[in-house]
């Protein structure tokens, strides 16, 4: 939560995909990856796309996160290949359970990284407007993504506040601790959000004109190769669906 | 001036507190490494989101404010590679929340408790994909499938769906609890 | 030109009215200050201009206001932002966008002006206030000044007649107000008319050319610069307002505790990824004395602060307290930090349980001495956040005090506070001496004149003067804060 979410640095980009891509990236891997579906025909499909998220976070220079997901991914699956057939009963199932969740999660998950770390607000919300999705819905969002790393500080300073008065966990009352973090942090974040409110209507929030969006995005080659590689599985489902009748 | 339509104000609110709100989220969901954590998820990101979200609660005084919410709640799922599942589910039930909020002309108690409730739904969402097609996904590995069925038997999804329930139910009541023990002689709600 | 014709105003929630039958005209770019005392109603005054209120704030408004004959309150707010354009006091929360060029050309947007010609404004409003390097960078990585100044390029990007500032320099260091200053020279220079509501007065007397003060919702008297830059000192303090001139600040002279006792900081050294914030290798410092920090943005004040106070979990320092070594741990026990947002430091749901909450076990019977000793036994049962910001502070220091904590920091104190809550901060501050050691980083000079027996002076990490503060000394400290200009 340090950096939030969307907060990139622009400069050091050199692998760009349309945020549109992304969701559509998204939504490939959550039907076939996290969602399990996918055509018996083209069942080799699914493996694929599980290393799409590996290579797009190296392309765009994230390496640690590649190698942290190659990693956890491979040990689940060295952990179902190579306990699997050796332990029993309960820790069996554990093991088998925790591999199978992780092998389905991990990808759809990385994927996600991959495109919150590689996206600006700006460019979400010019994406956004560009679907046509109504202001009502885009508004609220920004302003969601320009709050979260304020949220954050906010939350540091009351944890330090917290260690100076003595205040820590592992103390006998959880709830307490609780509403101690939860009291000054939704004061403080109301205040700052009424403050915010009235900047922004000052300077012609909310008005009848359409608005402009100054942030540049659109289709490249790259975005047509990933849009291209996502329909494969939608097509093949398309014609399983087809042959079925 | 006092419009039915959102303004620009409601729709900063809407922001400011799904901030608020996904940052708890965020928090309890970092325990969901721990795979036992992932069935606890349910219910305990209900109880505690629903402390800032019943303060939430005080400032809707309008329809959408509440449906907005929940969108943006599955928008923020699918970007972060949780899929379009909760996103499917909190239309619906963030449409539903609305009305009932609604239906007590945005002031009852009662029903301000019971939209924390049905709101919170949209959390179990997320464990939909476990549930579809468990036998297509592994359909190769027979023992995959049973390890599954047996950490995610099939009654797991209707008890984590009242779990999300009756989670945001007594998060609404904490939340309650706390906002007349504190927001209201603050001076916040 | 705005005229304001028996305008008067009371908020939703209060009993008196803000406002009470205010008229009003300003002419087309004159450059006007708002000064008053807190809650005398000059912020109200702003809110009237850029129309929230009664678009935003709710409650009784009565009487009207016109600009170029436009009724502000029969006019929706994104229409009035076309001519009115206004910087608020705190950089934190106006932005709406997270990176700087989104935000400068934020209101462009909202009023659908071509793309092509958006840029074009970015660009051209950039060059003129020196930000261009700024652009394309995330708002959380800017210091508070550069904030100021975006704020400022985004209010100008979309060209109002009208600035309407609001006490924007409660949260800038002296390089920032001179900033600021020059920003208001250009706008002036080009016609512009610029509202400013402020508390700090010193560095308008060169650009405001017209003085209204405000007393109790009414007007008290509304001059030129020229003549009020004539009032004397005891004038100025006797209206509640602060100093025109810092050089006609007189020190306060507080005497020393000088027990002999000292504080020893060693291996001050800190560094956020590699780059050093912090580096002092021994420095010794007297105990129960009141010692300023002083220094510009990024001085390193507060990694001092949040060291001092064992709040850096990768600190490795010592602190010596009378010749016993503390380290981070213990000094976590030994320090506390009143912050300069108070409320991230209140807890409980009633004054009492606030400062009973991590006290030390053996103080339970002063809790009422303590109470009473900072004047809060009355609120006593009141919720700590609906206290005044004074009250706060005051629950702060005694929740210190119960903790048995023996060194007192105070972030930035009087931020934004008028002249008499200053003294009453400085009273208060100069009631701790002797008894605990203080240290109060900020950037008011007339808080350190006032309550203050020594000066720490931080840049770049290190200290580059530590001086007990007396009457030879006095330069030396009004210098820093004047440097700029001679």
């Known amino acids: 939560m340090q950096n939030g979410i969307l907060q990139t640095r622009i400069e050091n980009r050199s692998f760009v995909l349309d945020p549109r891509t992304k969701l559509i990236l998204l939504i490939t891997m959550s039907t076939f990856v996290l969602g399990g579906m996918g055509s018996e025909s083209a069942s080799f499909l699914t493996p694929c796309l599980c290393v799409l998220p590996l290579f797009l976070l190296t392309v765009s220079k994230k390496y640690k996160s590649a190698a942290t997901y190659a990693g956890i991914y491979s040990a689940a699956y060295l952990t179902f290949a190579l306990f699997g057939p050796h332990t029993s009963g309960c820790l069996h199932f554990l093991l088998l359970g925790a591999a199978g969740i992780i092998t389905k999660l991990m990808p759809s998950l990385t994927m996600g990284i991959y495109v919150i770390s590689t996206t600006t607000v700006s460019e979400f919300t010019a994406s956004m407007q560009r679907l046509h999705l109504s202001e009502k819905l885009i508004i609220p969002l920004s302003v969601m993504f320009r709050f979260f790393p304020t949220v954050a500080d906010e939350f540091a300073s009351i944890n330090a506040a917290m260690k100076m008065r003595g205040i820590s966990f592992g103390g006998k009352n959880a709830g307490k601790m609780l509403e101690y973090r939860f009291i000054p942090l939704m004061t403080c974040s109301v205040k700052i959000g009424d403050e915010l409110s009235a900047a922004a209507l000052t300077r012609g929030l909310g008005g009848t004109v359409k608005r402009t969006n100054i942030c540049r995005i659109g289709f490249h080659l790259q975005d047509m190769i990933m849009i291209l590689l996502c329909a494969v599985p939608f097509g093949c489902l398309f014609l399983d669906a087809c042959g079925a009748f | ?189 | 030109m705005i005229e304001i014709k028996n305008a008067s105003f009371q908020y939703a929630n209060s009993e008196n009215s803000a406002l009470n039958n205010i008229s009003l005209s300003i002419g087309q770019g004159e450059c006007v200050l708002l000064c008053g005392e807190s809650g005398c109603g000059k912020t109200t005054v702003t809110r009237l201009l850029n129309g929230l209120i009664p678009h935003y704030y709710e409650g009784r408004m009565t009487g009207q206001i016109l600009l170029n004959g436009m009724d502000i309150a029969k006019t929706e707010l994104y229409k009035t932002a076309r001519h009115v354009g206004s910087v608020f006091q705190n950089p934190r929360s106006q932005f709406f966008c997270v990176d700087t060029t989104s935000e400068v050309a934020f209101g462009c947007e909202n009023m659908g002006m071509p793309e092509r010609i958006v840029h074009q404004r970015v660009h051209d409003v950039s060059e003129k206030l020196h930000i261009t390097p700024l652009l394309g960078r995330s708002i959380f990585n800017l210091s508070g000044g550069e904030k100021q100044k975006i704020a400022c390029a985004s209010v100008w990007a979309v060209n109002p007649g009208i600035f309407v500032l609001d006490e924007p320099t409660s949260n800038l260091d002296i390089d920032a107000i001179e900033d600021l200053k020059n920003t208001l020279l250009l706008w002036k220079s080009q016609g512009k008319t610029v509202i400013i509501s402020e508390h700090r007065l010193y560095w308008l007397k060169d650009v405001c050319d017209r003085v209204i003060y405000i007393k109790k919702g009414q007007i008290g008297f509304d001059l030129p610069m020229e003549q009020f830059r004539l009032f004397s000192p005891q004038k100025i303090s006797g209206l509640g307002l602060r100093t025109l001139s810092l050089k006609d600040l007189s020190l306060h002279p507080t005497g020393f505790h000088n027990d002999g006792t000292t504080l020893v900081l060693k291996n001050y050294n800190f560094s956020y990824k590699k780059t050093p914030a912090l580096q002092i290798s021994s420095l010794r410092l007297p105990v129960g004395e009141i010692i300023a920090v002083i220094g510009h943005n990024g001085a390193g004040k507060s990694t001092f602060s949040k060291c001092l106070c064992g709040l850096e979990k990768k600190f490795r320092g010592i602190t010596c307290f009378d010749g016993v070594p503390y380290n981070r741990k213990k000094m976590l026990k030994k320090c506390y930090m009143v912050m300069q947002d108070v409320n991230h430091q209140l807890f409980c749901e009633s004054v009492d349980d606030e400062v009973r909450l991590g006290m030390d076990e053996g103080n339970a019977d002063n809790v009422s001495s303590v109470l009473k000793g900072l004047d809060l036994t009355e609120l006593s049962s009141r919720h700590p956040m609906s206290l005044s910001g004074g009250q706060k502070q005051r629950v702060a220091i005694a929740s210190a005090f119960l903790a048995n904590k023996d060194i007192l920091l105070f972030d930035e104190p009087t931020s934004g506070l008028d002249f008499s809550h200053m003294k009453q901060t400085s009273q208060l501050l100069r009631s701790l001496k002797g008894r605990k050691t203080v240290f109060v980083v900020t950037h008011d000079p007339e808080l350190v004149l006032r309550c203050c027996t020594h000066v720490l002076h931080l840049e770049k990490g290190t200290e580059v003067e530590w001086y007990p503060l007396m009457e030879e000394n006095k330069k030396r400290l009004i210098h820093f804060f004047l440097h700029e200009k001679e």
Not at chain 2, 39 to 67: D, E, N
Request: proline residues 3%.
């Open chain 2, 1 to 189: 001036m006092k419009s039915e339509k959102l303004q620009g104000k409601d729709l900063i609110n809407v922001g400011i507190y799904s901030a608020i709100y996904f940052v708890v989220v965020f928090a309890i969901a970092m325990l969901g490494y721990i795979p036992i954590f992932m069935v606890l998820i349910s219910a305990l990101v209900p109880i505690l989101a629903g402390i800032p979200f019943m303060l939430f609660l005080t400032k809707v005084k309008k329809f959408g404010m509440i449906w907005i919410m929940s969108l943006l709640m599955g928008l923020l799922m699918l970007l972060t590679g949780m899929g379009y599942y909760s996103l499917i589910v909190g239309a619906v039930t963030g449409l539903l929340a609305e009305l009932i909020y609604k239906s007590g002309n945005y002031r009852s108690t009662g029903k301000a408790i019971l939209t924390a409730g049905v709101f919170s739904i949209w959390v179990w969402g997320n464990y939909l994909p476990f549930f579809l097609d468990i036998e297509k996904y592994f359909s190769t590995r027979q023992e995959y499938i049973d390890a599954m069925t047996r950490l995610m038997p099939a009654w797991m999804c209707p008890a984590l769906f009242a779990a999300a329930f009756i989670g945001g139910i007594i998060g609404g009541v904490i939340g309650k609890s706390l906002l007349k023990k504190h927001f209201t002689r603050a001076g916040i709600a």
